[in-house]
């Protein structure tokens, strides 16, 4: 029977947790090495540079997602400020999504390196607004249109609806074509 002697290390003791047979004079030193190194690598399948291209890959996702969050905040206080010169911009951006025109300026320059999500809540919510009003706007100018063609159509018939009949019942078909809605006809 194997006598064990003391461990005097932490790597002679995990020798003797592998195997009492592999500190045995028969034993090759050659072979304990071995050992240890198949053990070793049954547990760990995955290699020291596997690991850091797996951290390096979640850090360059984390990377790719910080530079699309700066290309969103940039173009949305583009967006927000319209026509004009960078300072007129910044000046409209920050008033639409009432933010201080320092953090707005910083946001349009790809200053900010992490956008905090309060920031980027208050512009996206003015991106929201600025796309409804642009969007009411545009139903307002369709009805306007749509009763300038209206009312043209009715002067032309007016005239003489032989002459301009056509082009009446041409203007009456855009009109019914470019679907008035109900709410507009009311009278607003």
Same mark, same amino acid.
């Given at each position: 029977?194997l006598k064990?002697?003391?461990?005097?290390?932490?790597?002679?003791?995990?020798l003797f947790?592998?195997?009492?047979?592999a500190?045995?004079p028969?034993f090759?030193?050659?072979s304990?090495?071995?050992?240890?190194?198949n053990?070793a690598?049954?547990?760990?399948q995955?290699t020291?540079?596997?690991?850091r291209?797996?951290?390096i890959s979640?850090r *360059?996702?984390?990377?790719? =997602?910080v530079?699309?969050?700066q290309?969103?905040m940039? $173009?949305?206080?583009? &967006? #927000?400020g319209?026509?004009?010169?960078?300072?007129?911009?910044?000046n409209?951006?920050?008033r639409?999504?009432?933010?201080?025109?320092t953090?707005?300026e910083?946001l349009?320059?790809r200053?900010?390196k992490?956008?905090?999500?309060?920031?980027?809540?208050?512009?996206?919510?003015?991106?929201?607004?600025h796309n *409804?009003?642009?969007l009411? =706007?545009?139903?307002?100018?369709?009805?306007?249109?749509? $009763?300038?063609?209206a &009312? #043209?159509?009715?002067q032309?018939?007016?005239i003489?609806?032989?002459?301009?009949?056509q082009?009446?019942?041409?203007?009456?078909?855009?009109?019914a074509?470019?679907?008035?809605t109900?709410?507009?006809?009311?009278?607003d």
């Open positions: 029977m064990r002697r003391p461990a005097h290390s932490s790597f002679l003791s995990f947790q592998l195997s009492p047979s500190l045995s028969e090759p030193a050659q304990l090495c071995s050992t240890v190194t053990v690598s049954e547990k760990f995955m020291e540079k596997q690991r291209d797996r951290e979640r *360059e996702a984390e990377m790719y =997602r530079e699309a969050i290309d969103e940039a $173009s949305a206080v583009k &967006l #927000l319209g026509e004009g010169s960078a300072k007129e911009q910044i409209k951006a920050a639409a999504a009432r933010l201080p025109i953090v707005v910083r349009r320059w200053k900010i992490r956008v905090p999500a309060d920031l980027a809540d208050a512009v996206r919510e003015a991106v929201e607004r *409804e009003e642009s009411n =706007r545009a139903k307002h100018e369709l009805f306007i249109a749509q $009763s300038r063609n &009312l #043209l159509a009715a032309l018939r007016e003489d609806p032989d002459l301009y009949g082009e009446a019942d041409r203007l009456g078909q855009l009109h074509g470019a679907g008035c109900s709410d507009h006809q009311g009278g």
